[in-house]
Every structure is written in structure tokens, then in C-alpha cells.
């Protein structure tokens, strides 16, 4: 198959792209000009690279005979206090890629969406309005709505919880971390598992027709973020970082429990295969070793 993936460089995109490789897809890669290409070094020579500022994307579909948009590129708002650019990545770039596709070879749209509500920031909202487009779409290609719970792993975005927290506890000098009451639920999933899912979707692709699909990915195991934290701290061995839960407020429209419907996948045969402390374990240890 050939596929046009956005977001290659990121933590999602790099793994997803290393997973469609070894399958033997052919891979074309939407990244930005100025992306940082740490995470695929090693795979830059197997893919082919555009930059999202200069590419014609009708040209690029055509030109590479595109079968399928995976839509990996996030802007999670963290950086940049306008949310123009957060809008720009998760919106108005999807938007332009669907309405190229009309007179092409695409079929299929696969858009990564989160399992948090669409309250919590211009991230979530963002996200929840490229959906409604989705949904617009969905009588002319196979779409695929993609909604992940919080999955971490090696290589993630500092910016992101899971990481931040890993990062921190492992460097053990750290004197205090700051954090909320910590009675949120959340389903945390390895990075390898939410890539096995992947896999399994785009080979299921040629059993489903047009139309609005919408699937969720997640453990269905759910641990209150204060114990993730605990668990993170026990597994890096840290002994001097004091863990000040109750210290910062819960942010406005705060999701306190999520749970992803995870039936369809299950149903095709994939089920997540590394247990919280397995997969925290794996993270801490690349970490460690891109520290060494």
C-alpha cells in the first residue's frame, strides 16, 4: 500500500512509520521545514520526505499514488499561548489533505484523534472539530477516527505528562513535583501496543465501506494518576524527589475518568500485550540509555 503519513517525526508518527516499513508499504512523509529528525535518523533513507510549507498536496497524492492519509500530526497547544498554530496543525492541515484527494487514488483517511474531552483545551477542541469534517467526508473515502487513550513510551515529547514524569523521577535530584489531587482515572497504554493497533486497522481497510468510523484504543485498565506517579517513582528507584499531590488545582472541565471502547479491535484479534509496569519498565531503561 501507499501511504502519506503526517506527523513522521513525532513520537507516534516515528514508531508508526518504523511498523509500516517492516510491513514493506511504501511510505511518503508530510513533515514541517523545520522538523527535528532525531527520532527517524536511521529511517529518513526509506521514506520519502515533504515539506508540508512547499508540497502541492493534490501533486504529492498523485505524483506517489497515495492509497491512504494517515494523519499523525499534532500541535497539543503547550508552547504557544495563540491557538492559531494549534488550529493550524490539527485542522486546517487535515482539511486541506481531504480536499485534495478528490480525482485521486485515495481511499482511506486515518485521523488519530484523544479520548479527552473537547473542553479541556484548544488541543482537545481542535481535535473534536476536525472530527465534524470527518464525518463530511466519510460518503467519498474509508474513515477512520482514531480516538487513543494516553500512551506513552521512549522518545516522547517532554511536554507530555507520562514523559514528563518518567523524565523527572529518573534524575532522581529533583526535589519536589508539584501535582494535582491526582484522583483522575486514566488508561495509560504502551506505545508498541497503540502500534500493533494500527497494524491491525490498515490490513482490516478493504472490509469496510465508505462511511464514518470511529474506534478507540486503550487498556481498559485504569489507575488514578496519583498512583502512576508512585509506580514511576518506585520502578526509577528514586528516593529523594518529594511528590507534593494536592499542591495544584485540577484544570477547568477536568476529565476524572475515561474508559475507551475497545470492542471492534478486540475483536479482530489485538489486545494489548505489555502491563503498566512492563511498559513503564521499557521506558525507563531507553531513557536511561539516550542519558548515557
Known amino acids: 500500500m501507499n501511504i502519506l503519513l503526517t506527523g513522521s517525526s513525532g513520537f507516534l508518527g516515528s514508531h508508526l512509520l518504523e511498523r509500516l516499513l517492516v510491513l514493506k508499504h511504501s511510505v511518503s512523509c508530510l513533515k514541517r521545514h523545520k522538523s527535528d529528525l532525531w527520532r527517524v535518523k536511521n529511517l529518513i533513507d526509506k521514506a520519502s520526505w515533504y515539506d508540508v510549507e512547499t508540497t502541492e498536496f493534490k501533486d504529492l497524492l498523485v505524483e506517489n499514488n497515495i492509497d491512504c492519509i494517515i494523519h499523525c500530526a499534532t500541535d497539543y497547544g503547550r508552547k504557544e499561548i495563540d491557538p492559531l498554530q494549534t488550529i493550524e496543525a490539527n485542522l486546517v492541515l487535515p482539511l486541506k489533505l481531504l ?5 485521486t487514488n485515495v481511499s482511506s483517511f486515518i485521523n488519530t484523534d484523544t479520548i479527552l474531552d473537547k473542553r479541556i483545551s484548544n488541543y482537545s477542541l481542535s481535535k473534536s472539530q476536525f472530527v465534524d469534517w470527518l464525518k463530511f467526508y466519510s460518503e467519498d473515502y474509508v474513515v477512520i477516527n482514531f480516538a487513543l487513550e494516553h ?16 523524565n523527572e523521577l529518573i534524575d532522581n535530584e529533583k526535589k519536589a513535583i508539584d501535582l494535582t489531587e491526582g484522583l483522575q482515572q486514566r488508561d495509560f497504554i504502551y506505545i508498541e501496543d497503540v502500534i500493533d493497533a494500527f497494524e491491525i486497522l490498515i490490513k482490516e481497510l478493504v472490509n469496510i465501506n465508505n462511511s464514518f468510523n470511529h474506534f478507540e484504543v486503550g487498556t481498559n485498565q485504569l489507575v488514578s494518576i496519583k498512583d502512576f506517579v508512585i509506580k514511576v517513582k518506585e520502578l526509577c528507584q528514586n528516593k529523594n524527589t518529594k511528590l ?12 476524572m475518568l475515561t474508559n475507551a471502547d475497545t470492542q471492534f479491535l478486540r ?7 505489555f502491563s503498566l509496569e512492563e511498559g513503564l519498565m521499557l521506558t525507563i531503561k531507553q531513557e536511561r540509555k539516550f542519558r548515557e
Open 151 to 166: 500512551f506513552y513510551g521512549p522518545k516522547d515529547d517532554i511536554t507530555k505528562f507520562a514523559s514528563f514524569i518518567i
Open 267 to 273: 475483536s479482530l484479534g489485538w489486545s494489548p500485550k
Open 99 to 103: 480536499q485534495a484527494c478528490n480525482g
Open 244 to 255: 507534593n499531590f494536592g499542591s495544584l488545582p485540577y484544570r477547568k472541565n477536568e476529565t
